[in-house]
């Protein structure tokens, strides 16, 4: 059985996510709803993932790109990380480190994330439950294209308008 920690809410997801941002060595994964990007670049992430690049570290995520995030998705492919869109609209969030710390959460029934936005999330450094969700990412992964080709397509419809 997996063990871990029930997170409560927005503030504490965020600061799970970002303990383990800033203890990773080798790889973070995500997987976030785009309200969640932009909440996440205004509370300090973009620093702390160009740092954790600037370590060597790879960054690799996922999340619906709209005109409203493409700002925040260039930062992050600005230094380095490698981000894909994906039309889906997942009821999940899910944020890896080295295969092993974990926090993730589904069937959020959540539209618009704010930082008083209450959820049950879970933590854990349970090796074997990051593996599960490295699975799940990797399949969406797959699925999924590269935020630069959907950048792309945003810049060709603003375009034709």
Not at 127 to 155: C, G, K
Request: cysteine-free; glycine content about 6%.
């Amino acid at each position: 059985m997996t063990s871990g920690i029930v997170v409560n809410g927005m503030r504490d997801a965020l600061a799970v996510a970002s303990q383990i941002l800033e203890s990773a060595r080798e790889e973070v994964i995500w997987l976030i709803p785009p309200s969640l990007m932009l909440l996440s670049t205004r509370y300090g992430f973009i620093e702390k993932a160009r740092a954790f690049s600037q370590r060597g570290g790879v960054s690799r995520g996922i999340v619906p790109l709209w005109h409203a995030n493409s700002e925040d998705v260039q930062m992050s492919l600005d230094f380095g990380a490698d981000v894909r869109h994906s039309d889906i609209t997942y009821e999940l969030l899910m944020f890896v480190g080295d295969k092993q710390q974990s926090i993730s959460a589904i069937n959020i029934g959540v539209d618009e994330f704010t930082l008083d936005t209450h959820f049950i999330a879970f933590w854990s450094e349970d090796p074997t439950y990051a593996e599960y969700l490295l699975a799940s990412f990797e399949s969406a992964w797959s699925e999924a294209v590269s935020a630069e080709q959907r950048i792309q397509e945003l810049e060709q419809e603003i375009g034709q308008r």
